[in-house]
């Protein structure tokens, strides 16, 4: 403006911000791509901050524990624990947000319970690691449904007690017909211990009295990895 007010000029200033806008959909579009990423992930995939508030909930996380996304976030982590575990879970978690590190019981991978919306429990395994933003330290914990793998488990120990306590001698071999296993009245009818058997060929049973044509329909159904059943004399 001059003496009586009167505007003369005008002063401008132009900023080119081209790099901070790309910078900025360059940001925004990778963290579209590991949202994507996350919510494709098959294991549930959940991150709580240091007060232990649940900040992110994939779509593995709703179907494994029934909350949808909007009911899991901003409650507390406890929201998926059974009862019995969360006065360890409480210990852990304030020690490791004290040192701002897991524990050696929390590195690699590990088995706990979790608890289903429905109040069931079940059993799960999952590996932890922690960031840190500025000030706020956050954990995630990558977890899988082991159920059908414990059922499983189960199965084949029931399997392995009844062929140790069964009174039929029981032989597992290898293709090539060596021992690999047997059961313990095996080695009360035979007088062969576990560690002499092992490794050895049935024939070691041979009294003489079988024929020739009796081993060789036991080694091609052994051979084949079918099961054999019959009589030694």
């Known amino acids: 403006k001059n003496s009586d007010g009167s505007i003369i000029g005008v002063l401008s200033m132009v900023q080119d911000i081209t790099a901070q806008h790309t910078a900025e959909e360059q940001l925004k579009t990778s963290e579209e791509k590991y949202h994507s990423v996350i919510e494709a992930m098959p294991e549930a995939i959940i991150s709580v901050d240091s007060s232990k508030t649940i900040v992110a909930w994939n779509k593995a996380a709703v179907a494994m524990f029934g909350f949808e996304k909007d009911e899991a976030i901003g409650n507390n982590i406890t929201l998926i624990m059974p009862e019995g575990f969360r006065e360890k879970h409480n210990?852990?978690?304030?020690?490791?947000?004290?040192?701002?590190?897991?524990s050696e019981l929390a590195e690699g991978v590990f088995e706990r319970e979790g608890k289903r919306k429905n109040g069931n429990v079940f059993p799960i395994e999952m590996t932890l690691c922690h960031w840190q933003i500025e000030d706020e330290l956050y954990f995630s914990a990558n977890i899988r449904d082991i159920t059908l793998r414990k059922e499983h488990e189960l199965e084949i120990l029931k399997l392995s007690q009844?062929?140790?306590?069964?009174?039929v001698s029981v032989i597992i071999t290898d293709l090539e017909s060596n021992m690999e296993y047997v059961n313990p009245f095996f080695t009360e009818i035979t007088g062969y211990t576990k560690k002499e058997a092992i490794g050895q060929n049935p024939r070691i049973l041979s009294s003489g009295e079988q024929t020739k044509e009796f081993y060789k329909?036991?080694?091609?159904r052994i051979s084949k990895g079918k099961v054999w059943?019959?009589?030694?004399?």
Do not use: I, P, W
Not at 91 to 102: E, I, S
Not at 162 to 167: D, I, L
Not at 229 to 233: Q, R
């Open 162 to 167: 009844v062929v140790k306590q069964s009174r």
């Open 229 to 233: 059943n019959g009589e030694f004399h």
């Open 91 to 102: 210990a852990g978690f304030g020690a490791a947000t004290k040192n701002h590190k897991l």
């Open 217 to 220: 329909k036991m080694y091609d």
